[in-house]
């Protein structure tokens, strides 16, 4: 049978969707069901929230150049672990292409922390 490689991973993922679903349902017979108005207001660390403005608020970009920062160096990690891997078996030329990517990095690297997109204020 060609499907036999392919059991254990398949059991694994019937197995995580039982887990889900079970736990779902655990969840809705055993968790309380005492509801008030505090508990349905956004959380806010404590503080009143306030009504959003009409036409939506403006969003602070800081949040988004932060993703793209984490966004930008996972991806680095990314092609660093098969490099690290396979360095035995890669000719100079896997060593000056890495080499230049991560010098590619560190200029935006380097760019971004004279910008002060690193600072928070």
Request: glycine share 8%; net charge neutral.
């Amino acid at each position: 049978m060609t499907l036999s490689p392919y059991a254990p991973i398949i059991g694994l993922f019937a197995l995580a969707a039982a887990f889900a679903l079970f736990s779902i349902a655990a969840a809705r017979l055993t968790g309380p069901r005492r509801y008030n108005k505090a508990k349905l207001e956004a959380y806010e660390c404590g503080i009143e929230p306030s009504p959003p403005p009409v036409g939506g608020g403006r969003f602070p970009i800081k949040f988004y150049l932060t993703a793209m920062l984490f966004i930008v160096f996972d991806i680095e990690i990314i092609f660093l672990y098969p490099w690290a891997v396979s360095f035995d078996a890669l000719p100079i030329f896997g060593f000056v292409e890495m080499v230049l990517f991560i010098i590619a990095v560190f200029v935006a690297y380097a760019y971004v922390w004279r910008r002060g997109g690193l600072d928070w204020d």
